[in-house]
């Protein structure tokens, strides 16, 4: 997988772009790629970016064909980038290029300012519609 991660950080902003090539599938190297460690190093405000016309597909589909160990620590890598996002001491906002669907779109619900480019894009989850639950937590 060609998993991509650009971070610039200059004058206070750390600017984050996520491009995989694809559909910026959120599988656990792709998230563990966002450093958002030298965004806070450096005291910055943080923007993520996806690429033009995709934000984020979601979860990576193929993590989930490789079995529950590899499923469950995508899952979790997500839960904790998204606690992570809630709990960050600068501000995070996102541009979202595109359509955002599932991690994608709970990404962008974490931010703290959500700008959007104005075009027949789609940013929901359908967990709720197909019946997917969320598993529990203990």
């Known amino acids: 997988m060609n998993t991509r991660s650009n ?24 998230m563990g790629e966002l450093n958002l460690d030298l965004s806070e190093e450096a005291s910055a405000v943080t923007i993520l970016t996806g690429r033009p016309g995709i934000f984020s597909a979601g979860f990576d589909l193929a993590t ?12 979790r890598t997500g ?3 998204i606690l992570r996002l809630l709990a960050f001491p600068r501000p995070v ?3 979202c290029t595109g359509h955002a669907y ?3 779109a709970f990404i962008t619900l974490a931010s703290d300012v959500r700008f959007a480019v104005a075009e027949n894009w789609r940013i929901g989850m359908n967990e709720v519609a197909i019946g997917l639950t ?4 203990e």
């Open 7 to 30: 971070i610039e950080i200059k004058d206070g902003i750390a600017r984050i772009s996520l491009d995989d090539g694809k559909v910026n599938a959120m599988s656990t190297e792709m």
């Open 64 to 75: 989930l064909n490789r079995g529950s160990d590899a499923m469950l620590a995508m899952l």
């Open 79 to 81: 839960a904790e980038l």
């Open 93 to 95: 906002v996102i541009a």
């Open 102 to 104: 599932h991690m994608g």
């Open 134 to 137: 969320v598993p529990g937590c």
